[in-house]
């Protein structure tokens, strides 16, 4: 005689096991709200591997979760948006306060007088340093917008510092022309030439690999580093490049006076107290490892897809 069981209590129908599998459960619930590495132990969205030796734990909580539409957002760090906050505030007050020291003690700007030269400070500090160190920092304020979208901001940035430089050059060029005077024969000037240089080549190298679509991702993972590098270089050096060229500008203005404490030596010494704080600012938020901006999931899924068309591997090996 064959015995009745309770639903539930015994081996499921096809019926039974469909209304199951279909039923919430907190473990889907689990699954909804935990992030990608979580949601296959392998790691990715490829099918688990035949062979044992592939399974591996779970991995840990990343910080990282999946939202239904595919999107990930990473929590920002409690004090990255601080640090952000004090280097801009350094960078607009390092601004207004180039200004305020061109028209108290330079008498201000005009780009067809004596005061042509006036220009060339005033966008040199805007353009390679100000500009130039938010383009740096773009990769770090917007963490889970689209990639796309960020590289074009951090592009767009650079242009604006590469043609506010460019001004800034002609300006003493065209005033040393009109007054006859010698040209890069300081070391300002050698430096100054050489920034401006490699700031040029690093945009439009940087232009070519990274947005435009011509470039392949082996070439753009191996460029990355050197990119990053160099970012972070020329930015030092156009740091260390508005420094020299303040002193200089101290020197031929003040010559004696300048030791004897006078009120524009002593504002000239706060800029460039305030361009090494910026300088350093920019550089400490650029160096802090976990303050990177985190993969998204398109970027993790291009980077799997990579490495499975050209090592022949499935990405859960890695």
């Excluded at 889907?28 to 392998?42: D, F, G, I, K, N």
């Excluded at 439009?204 to 011509?214: A, E, K, Q, R």
């Excluded at 753009?220 to 970012?231: C, D, E, L, M, V």
Aim: charged fraction near 15%; charge should be positive; glycine fraction near 10%.
């Amino acid at each position: 005689m064959k015995q009745k069981t309770k639903p539930g209590t015994g081996p499921l129908s096809s019926l039974e096991f469909g209304v199951s599998f279909l039923a919430p459960s907190p473990h889907m619930e689990l699954l909804a709200s935990c992030p990608r590495s979580r949601l296959s132990p392998w790691g990715g969205w490829a099918p688990p591997p035949s062979h044992s030796r592939d399974l591996r734990p779970l991995p840990q909580d990343d910080g990282v979760c999946l939202s239904m539409e595919g999107g990930a957002a990473a929590a920002t760090p409690t004090a990255l948006p601080y640090y952000v906050a004090f280097s801009q505030l350094l960078g607009l007050t390092l601004v207004a306060m180039t200004g305020a020291w061109l028209g108290l003690y330079r008498g201000g700007i005009a780009w067809e007088s004596d005061l042509q030269f006036n220009a060339h400070p005033l966008c040199m500090v805007i353009g390679l340093i100000f500009l130039q160190g938010n383009a740096l920092l773009v990769y770090r304020v917007f963490r889970n917008e689209a990639k796309r979208t960020t590289k074009v901001l951090h592009g767009l940035l650079h242009i604006f510092a590469l043609v506010i430089a460019l001004v800034g050059l002609v300006a003493v060029f065209d005033y040393h022309r009109k007054k006859g005077y010698a040209d890069l024969y300081s070391l300002h000037s050698w430096c100054g030439i050489l920034v401006f240089v490699l700031y040029f080549v690093q945009w439009l190298v940087g232009f070519s690999f990274f947005l435009f679509p011509g470039a392949s991702f082996s070439l753009r993972s191996r460029y990355r580093p050197q990119h990053i590098f160099f970012g972070a270089t020329i930015f030092l050096l156009s740091v260390g490049t508005a420094l020299l060229g303040l002193k200089e500008a101290l020197l031929f203005n003040l010559g004696g006076k300048y030791s004897a404490f006078e009120p524009e030596g002593v504002l000239a010494n706060v800029l460039g107290l305030l361009l090494a704080c910026f300088g350093g600012a920019v550089l400490y938020i650029l160096t802090r490892a976990d303050w990177k901006r985190p993969s998204q999931a398109e970027e993790q899924a291009l980077s799997m897809d990579f490495k499975t068309l050209t090592e022949g591997d499935s990405p859960g090996s890695q």
